[in-house]
T-cell receptor
Framework: GNSVTQMEGPVTLSEEAFLTINCTYTATGYPSLFWYVQYPGEGLQLLLKATKADDKGSNKGFEATYRKETTSFHLEKGSVQVSDSAVYFCALGEAGGSYIPTFGRGTSLIVHP | SAVISQKPSRDICQRGTSLTIQCQVDSQVTMMFWYRQQPGQSLTLIATANQGSEATYESGFVIDKFPISRPNLTFSTLTVSNMSPEDSSIYLC????????FGSGTRLTVV
């Protein structure tokens, strides 16, 4: 079946540091890929998505590129802020319901001033 | 994207009782998903609910414990039946609309 693997957290960074959270997936065909963010005490929000190979999703300074050859969708940000502290979930799914949504375990990011 | 209203936001229930969670979507959607999220954990898909057909349950979840209704294209309910403390969790509904949109969640505590 389909699966999503994320790097274990927590990831602890100083403000303005570069962020990478690794995500790899296993799926047949071409699912859409997503990053979701969950701030403390809040629900899940879509951060960005990519629907086909080599697509780059971006939002709020975060970006991720759909790499079919390495089955990866790593999340990056050039300069993190304290307000980016949250749990980040990588996921696959959509394509008109052809895929059951599958989420990674989540990676906690802690940014210190 | 869709907007989902989920109720109740939280509840404390006695063991052996049942709780029904409601999700109302502001537009018609074909598929609705129900998840459980344990504290500090990822989302576990309970079932997929399509209007007009029986829900499809994931491994480890059964209809007797988590009956789902989907009477129309904008509404669904999940019931957690005969609750035990192990059912304490956050329950979320979700729809697919340019990515998955989630309800705000129901924080359930069983005592």
């Amino acid at each position: 079946g389909n699966s999503v693997t994320q790097m274990e957290g927590p990831v602890t960074l100083s403000e303005e540091a570069f962020l990478t959270i690794n995500c790899t997936y296993t799926a047949t065909g071409y699912p859409s890929l997503f990053w979701y963010v969950q701030y403390p005490g809040e629900g899940l929000q879509l951060l960005l998505k990519a629907t086909k190979a080599d697509d780059k999703g971006s939002n709020k300074g975060f970006e991720a590129t759909y790499r079919k050859e390495t089955t990866s969708f790593h999340l990056e940000k050039g300069s993190v802020q304290v307000s980016d502290s949250a749990v980040y979930f990588c996921a696959l799914g959509e394509a008109g319901g052809s895929y059951i949504p599958t989420f990674g375990r989540g990676t906690s990011l802690i940014v210190h001033p | 994207s869709a907007v989902i209203s989920q109720k109740p936001s939280r509840d404390i229930c006695q063991r052996g009782t049942s709780l029904t969670i409601q999700c109302q979507v502001d537009s018609q959607v074909t598929m609705m998903f129900w998840y459980r999220q344990q504290p500090g954990q990822s989302l576990t898909l309970i079932a997929t609910a399509n209007q007009g057909s029986e829900a499809t349950y994931e491994s480890g979840f059964v209809i007797d414990k988590f009956p789902i209704s989907r009477p129309n294209l904008t509404f669904s309910t999940l019931t957690v039946s005969n609750m035990s403390p192990e059912d304490s969790s956050i329950y979320l509904c979700s729809v697919e609309r340019s990515g998955y949109t989630f309800g705000s969640g129901t924080r359930l505590t069983v005592v």
